[in-house]
């Protein structure tokens, strides 16, 4: 039998008021590891957003891993995770208790994977801090953790290497490398260095967006 794509898009279209961003993205991927490029402002985040389900387009299709995301939005997000590029306000929660919070709404626990995770980037030792007392790097490093929990297969992460110093950038490249045939792992970034270390293919957000 085969499988469906397990990410598969289908004549996007996005908008503010009327400016038009894209107007019909299509895309079909199966697994491995896929960087969004494009200049400032062709819509990176927004198609990320998009496919995530936390933005309507103004119109298209959408399906995760064989789930449509607006008529079974529960079901698609299961499968799904999604870092923001900017790091959501958890001022009151500890690295620990996001994790343990993302790991109860995936029903699931903190499992292998995000565990080796926490080890690769050091972050052991940033566990029982609160996220206002974290630097970005450090918050950042935590939003990628929770990504993980439950081993999704779409992972969607806006502008992933911003923030990260060396010693994580290296080790987040050599996981990301490591898990690409275990889902879809798309990616905005405008870091170049990252995608040749972790060997993504390019996707030309000026080609895609039709
Ligand atoms: N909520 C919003 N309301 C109105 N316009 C928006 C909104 N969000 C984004 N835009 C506009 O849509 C366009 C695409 O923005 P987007 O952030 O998706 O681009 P990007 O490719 O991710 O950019 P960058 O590389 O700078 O992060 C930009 O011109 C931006 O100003």
Redo the contacts with the bound molecule.
Sequence with gaps: MINPPRLACENIAAA?NSRV?FESFTLSLQSGLFALR?A???????LLRILAGAQRPARGQIRIAGTDLFSSPEQAKRQLSYVP?TCPAYPFMTGNEFLRFVATAKQTTIDRQAREMISLLSLSHSLDTRFDAMSLGTQKKIMLCAAWIGTPEVLLLDEPTNGLDASARAHFAALTRHSADRHVLLF?T?DDEFISESDATVLEMDTLRG
């Design positions: 503010y961003i494009g400032n402002g062709t819509g990176k985040s927004t590029d905005s405008h």
